[in-house]
């Protein structure tokens, strides 16, 4: 376990989205040593490029992220709607098809 502190030129939001990224997990992932117990390294976390942009964009940069992450959710759940919608059509079409042989 590891405490990683954001200081003053970077939101913690910012740096959360940035050490969650597809990039820095697979730093990550190349970096963990041990078999039975994974780890990384300090020196490992602490060279992990993360981008600093000034503080006005990290906030819009934050967000847009968080705006389009409700949008994936809403999608989701539409998505999980219609199939379900989509299920219960079927049935109903199946239903009929057998009352009228």
Request: charged letters at 25%; glycine letters at 2%; zero cysteines.
């Amino acid at each position: 376990m590891m405490l990683i502190r954001s200081g003053k030129s970077i939101l913690p939001a910012f740096l959360e989205i940035v050490l969650n990224s597809p990039q820095i997990t697979e730093i990550a992932r190349e970096k963990t040593t041990g078999g039975a117990a994974p780890r990384v390294n300090v020196a490992t976390v602490k060279a992990y490029p993360i981008p600093l942009p000034p503080l006005a964009d990290q906030q819009r940069i934050v967000a847009k992220i968080y705006e389009l992450q409700a949008l994936s959710e809403r999608l989701k759940d539409d998505l999980v709607d219609a199939h379900s919608r989509q299920a219960r059509l079927a049935d109903t079409l199946i239903e009929a098809a057998l009352e009228a042989a």
